[in-house]
């Protein structure tokens, strides 16, 4: 029966939203001529200058709840209720739906990516936290592709005077769930250029457990991922198509290790906040340290409370509330992570935010990325603009989706 199963690893353009259909404008430039490509790509190295634009990753285990319609995460998104502060944003989350039969072989609920659109989109364009005209159009928040593959979900947003040099967008999907194809578990990726450089996400929700045999099926599902995720190589030979072909490279999800001691001695650890003796013990940080996964990988600094397993509704952690009865034994961990890969990334911040709506706490780190823009040739001006090149994506036009509403 093996070969009726479905391989979800998809190497084609696929979006929660057409881009046809949604966007909301059309780059007034037009298409340059063979000669002038010719130009613009012979002179890359001698006309780029380098930029630098925040970019915010964040991951959250839902625990298949749908949110409330009075869900606020502008506490998650925007710390302190300021202005965003990032340029663009990277949203993973895991169960979205719960991971039964049904939504296993459904694959998609465009109902529950909709309504997750929309609360992001509100928080990102707060009208309210925003003081002056100019404000608000900086300020404002497009999403620019969201996919789904069962429980998985990204959404990217992006600051709307960035959307015209985005382009080559793609995703890509990996089931290594049941029997190892199905979407249960496994990865989305999304990958673009902005301006000069690549960009590559990669959402995964790997396999659970906390027995060693759980750690090894952990690692295997990182190199299936890296192995099987592959993206169109577009209308130039030269576009990249794995995930570490790419410049700029990060990596979110509930990657699920846990802490290598006895369930006890983790709660009382836990509970005297020692994170550097816990992290001594962390699966992840070992396996990184041994070479057996994540080869090359980086990893920020942990300062905060492991982000799983809570209490539904609660902030006391799995297991500590005596007076209920457990059948099955689920110690605190770090299962929650975001890791990045290749220069030209510096992590200012990571850390893990109290909302109480599932059995995991989100995670966020904000990077700043360096960024490579390409000037314009003399004698294109007559179709550029005085600053920067925005080649045509591959749709011909530098789109932007619509917010849900």
Known sequence: MAHKIPRLGGNHFMADIN???SMERRTSMER?????????SNSNKNSTAETTYQIFAGSWNVGGVSPPDYLDIQGWLRPNNIKPPANIYVLGFQEIVPLNAGNVVRSENRKVCEKWNSLIGAALNDKKNKLTEDEEEEGDFRCIISKQMVGIFISVWVSSDLCQYIRHLSVSCVGCGIMGRLGNKGSVSVRFWLHETSFCFVCSHLASGDKKSDKRRRNANVTEILSRTTFPPGPFTNLTTKILDHDRVIWLGDLNYRIYLPDATTQDLVEKQKWKLLLEYDQLKTEL????????????????????????NSGLYFGRDHKRK?????????CDRILW??????QNQYERVESRLSDHRPIRAIFMAEIEVLRAPEGLHSFLSDNFICL??????????????
């Open 341 to 346: 890969f290749g220069k030209g990334l510096e």
């Open 392 to 405: 045509p994506n591959d749709f011909d036009e530098c789109f932007c989706d619509k917010i849900f509403t």
């Open 289 to 312: 340290m041994e070479g057996h996964v994540f080869e090359g990988w980086q990893e920020g600094e942990i300062n905060f409370a492991p982000s799983y397993k809570y209490y539904p």
């Open 326 to 334: 457990h059948k099955k034994r689920r110690a605190p961990a770090w």
């Open 32 to 40: 340059p001529s063979e000669n002038q490509e010719i130009m613009i």
């Open 19 to 21: 881009p046809a259909d």
